[in-house]
């Protein structure tokens, strides 16, 4: 191998681990939207779980 795809080569996966790395952000922001719509749900479960208990 050259230089030139040597060069080439470290291009490309830099601009994988890019990609990869904004996939993960964006990961990990579902991870905690969706980790705050649990605990909502669940607090909301035991509310109404509480109600029924009174009922």
């Not at 990869?20 to 509310?47: C, I, N, W």
Request: glycine share 2%.
């Amino acid at each position: 191998m050259d230089a030139p795809e040597i060069l080439c080569i470290l291009a490309a996966l830099n601009s994988r681990e890019i990609c990869a790395e904004k996939s993960q952000g964006k990961l990990d922001q579902d991870l905690t939207t969706t980790r705050k719509a649990l605990t909502q749900v669940t607090d909301e479960l035991e509310q109404v779980s509480k109600l029924a208990d009174l009922i």
